[in-house]
T-cell receptor, first 113, second 111 residues
């Protein structure tokens, strides 16, 4: 079965720390996405990638960067974590064929203290 | 920019009732529409995907319809059960190769 795996379910970090969120998909999908989800604001797109080593900014990229060195892995990096980055982070992938069924990981709840 | 709206934001029904969740979008130029279920603190699970050329899709007790011209989709849940309690989100895949999400309907099925 299709699987998108996020490395951590819960993370607690300190303000100013560098934080890595990892996402791996086993479906050979072209497209990968990082969203954050906050109560009342819904899902907001941070970054996405349509190919290896390729990245595009989403709606709220400030304070984040990404890395896609291999097709199956898409990493989200918080260069210097801040309290307003406390959120649920969701990784997703789609096949890029046009059918574009979106598959999500189980999410990482990040708390920045 | 595409905007997706889900009304109501919350719904509470007694067990066994049939119910309809609504999703509307402002730009009819979509490639597909997908319905998801989200349990508290978890990721999104895909329920149904309707391509732009299709009118409806069914899976078990779930039926989703799509009317592109009016910018609407409905998710019909038959014979609701307490285990159906969750938040249901719709998303459209639209021009610019972007996904646009509604903010969801929180469903509670009362035993």
């Amino acid at each position: 079965d299709v699987k998108v795996t996020q490395s951590s379910r819960y993370l607690v970090k300190r303000t100013g720390e560098k934080v890595f969120l990892e996402c791996v998909q086993d479906m050979d999908h072209e497209n990968m996405f990082w969203y954050r989800q906050d109560p009342g604001l819904g899902l907001r797109l941070i970054y996405f990638s349509y190919d290896v080593k390729m990245k595009e900014k989403g709606d709220i990229p400030e304070g984040y960067s990404v890395s896609r060195e291999k097709k199956e892995r898409f990493s989200l990096i918080l260069e210097s974590a801040s309290t307003n980055q406390t959120s649920m982070y969701l990784c997703a992938s789609s096949d890029g064929t046009g059918a574009e069924k979106l598959f999500f990981g189980s999410g990482t709840q990040l708390s920045v203290l | 920019k595409q905007e997706v709206t889900q009304i109501p934001a919350a719904l509470s029904v007694p067990e066994g009732e049939n119910l309809v969740l609504n999703c509307s979008f402002t730009d009819s130029a979509i490639y597909n529409l997908q319905w998801f279920r989200q349990d508290p603190g978890k990721g999104l699970t895909s329920l149904l995907l309707i391509q732009s050329s299709q009118r409806e899709q069914t899976s078990g007790r779930l039926n989703a319809s799509l009317d592109k011209s009016s910018g609407r989709s409905t998710l019909y849940i038959a014979a609701s059960q307490p285990g159906d309690s969750a938040t249901y989100l719709c998303a459209v895949f639209s021009t610019g190769n972007q996904f646009y999400f509604g903010t969801g309907t929180s469903l509670t099925v009362i035993p």
